[in-house]
């Protein structure tokens, strides 16, 4: 695979947002995007945790998985490091902000099985990404997952006074707005393949 | 075979290293050192940094009350912080009022210590101690209330105003895998130095009465903190109309042979105790004997239900009906009065209706309630 890191970022970021053309990670999109503050806590969160673990991964995958022909183990190594790194991120976001450390309640430890971090780290193994695709591909859609869910918090807090259908109200209308976001954004995706 | 012992290996050296890699981050993330907490302008504590206010406190033999144990979840442990440390957590909000806001009082479970801090407690908390005692006697006084006597052994006596209650930790027991703190009045009158009675009643589920009821032993060595609370007999020559229901009875209990051991009040007491039946009505023979000996004091024992086969004779219906009653024919109406209440939140808020339309100034009117 020999796209260029720097377009694979931008790809992740908009063309390919991991969140909105995959459906990854999901659940605490929808939840979480109710708030714009605790948004944006968990979008820096994610966008960390993903660089880190899809780096850390690369590393793990390369010189571990591989020599020791561990392939089989794969996805439990890898939640062991995603896991390790979201545990050290609660550590530092309770030191730094222990108010953003409360918002984001049982959220914060459940990055740990979002499935968009294990995704990034999946598909960097399956497209046979270099370390430094790798980090940008990670970065990337890490940005890309925040990107998405700031626009659904402040989508959100516009509609939320709109005059809609009571039925629709709340979690019907979030559908609706997720669905023409993921339009807009996948309809780019013919410009880069990152496959 | 060796796949297995590789798959092990390398699963285990993985997880080791970011085990020592998550200890080594967390005692450099969690350091905050040595930290300064001045108690009330006078009294200052270096305590190591970075756990919650009310475990650091504890630590050093302040023991701020906390019903659920530093969960968060009681909103008892409030504490006022004059150093800013930071926005109200979510987790606080519930429990603390506007008011108290802005007098800075927080919940000192959810506050962590991380720099220098003043703050203020109410002064009797800076002398309550923890105390290791054995347990002396379990005796049942109805079907689900027993009486439970402790013998102090360290330190060996405790100073208390009647009224004050203490706060019993629970061990680990069955299911429960963490101590539980649960706060019960003290039953027995404060000349008694050496021991303690508490009146504990059986709530199903209830994690400390379980343990008391079904678990606890004689000869057991138990440990609690204490004493606490702002419920004890304000020294005026009002008229004083107690009421209590089920172990309420406890500081009331207390109250009352107290005031008839010290022997210098004049006061008037008048003691309204409510059950259903007979079998939740205990210790009257104690009462209607103390009446015989006090001219002072009455006591008016009622039941809301009384059985056929209990034969009762005394008072019936609901105990406001009763003290509403007694407010408007029996007892003399020109002295003040003052109350003293100990049960459930309903029956409480229900007796202080009762008793300012009988026209007792509600600031009058002192409670405890099982909350």
Redesign the interface.
């Known amino acids: 695979m020999n796209i260029n890191p720097v377009v694979l970022f931008f790809a992740s970021v908009f063309t390919s947002n991991i969140l909105l053309t995959n459906f990854l990670g999901m659940c605490s999109y929808i939840s979480i995007s109710k708030d714009l503050n605790s948004s944006n806590g968990l979008g820096m969160a994610v966008t960390f945790v993903m660089t880190v673990t899809t780096v850390l991964n690369w590393f ?1 995958y390369h010189y ?1 998985i591989v020599p ?1 022909g ?1 392939d089989y ?1 794969r996805y ?2 890898f939640i ?2 995603i ?2 790194v979201v ?2 991120l609660e ?2 976001i309770d ?1 730094i902000s ?2 953003l450390y ?2 984001l ?1 049982i959220f914060l430890p459940l990055i740990t099985v979002n499935c968009a971090i294990l995704g990034v780290t999946l598909f960097m193994q399956l497209r046979n990404y270099s370390l430094l695709q790798s980090l940008f591909y990670g970065l990337g859609s890490g940005l890309g997952w925040w990107l998405a869910i700031i626009l659904l918090a402040a989508i959100r807090k516009k509609i939320d006074n709109a005059p809609a259908p009571a039925g629709l109200k709340g979690t019907g209308l979030t559908f609706i707005t997720i669905g023409i976001m993921a339009m807009a954004f996948i309809g780019f995706s013919g410009m880069i393949r990152v496959q | 075979m060796s796949l297995v012992l590789i798959t092990t290996l390398i699963t285990s050296a993985i997880s080791a290293l970011l085990a020592g890699a998550i200890v080594l981050i967390d005692s450099f993330v969690n350091n905050y050192g040595l930290v300064k907490i001045t108690i009330n302008k006078r009294k200052t504590i270096e305590v190591k940094g970075g756990s919650p206010l009310l475990f650091t406190l504890a630590s050093q033999g302040i023991f701020i009350p906390s019903a659920c144990g530093g969960r968060g979840s009681c909103g008892v442990c409030k504490v006022k912080v004059l150093t800013d440390v930071g926005a109200y957590l979510p987790t606080e909000t519930p429990y603390i009022s506007k008011e108290q806001m802005k007098e800075n009082i927080r919940l000192s479970c959810q506050v962590k210590v991380k720099k220098n801090l003043e703050i203020e407690i109410p002064d009797e908390l800076l002398y309550a101690k923890k105390f290791k005692a054995i347990v002396e006697k379990i005796k049942n006084v109805t079907y689900d209330i027993k009486e439970l006597t402790l013998q102090l052994i360290e330190p060996q006596t405790i100073d208390f105003k009647a009224g004050q209650y203490v706060q019993l930790s629970i061990p680990p027991y069955g299911k429960i895998d963490q101590i539980t703190q649960r706060a019960y009045s003290i039953s027995s009158v404060p000349s008694q130095k050496n021991k303690i009675e508490l009146l504990i009643r059986l709530v199903p589920g209830g994690a400390a009465t379980t343990y008391v009821h079904n678990y606890m032993k004689e000869k057991e060595i138990i440990e609690f903190t204490g004493p606490f609370g702002e419920f004890y007999v304000r020294e005026t020559d009002a008229t004083m109309i107690c009421v209590a229901g089920g172990s309420g009875m406890a500081p009331i209990k207390s109250i009352i042979f107290d005031l008839y051991e010290k022997g210098t009040s004049n006061r008037e007491i008048w003691y309204f105790f409510g059950a259903r039946s007979l079998k939740d009505l205990f210790y009257v023979d104690m009462f209607k004997d103390l009446e015989k000996k006090w001219n002072n004091f009455h006591f008016v024992p009622a039941l809301s239900n009384p059985l056929p086969e209990d034969n009762w004779n005394g008072e019936t219906g609901l105990i406001t009906d009763v003290l509403d009653k007694y407010l408007k024919n029996k007892i003399e109406k020109s002295k003040p009065k003052e109350g003293y209440l100990c049960g459930s939140p309903g029956m409480i808020n229900a007796c202080i209706q009762v008793m300012k339309t009988n026209g007792i100034p509600e600031e009058k009117i002192y409670y405890d309630k099982f909350a």
Do not use: E, K
């Open positions: 793990v571990i020791f561990l183990l439990i190594i062991i490091v896991a390790a545990q050290i550590m530092v030191r222990p108010s409360m918002t309640g």
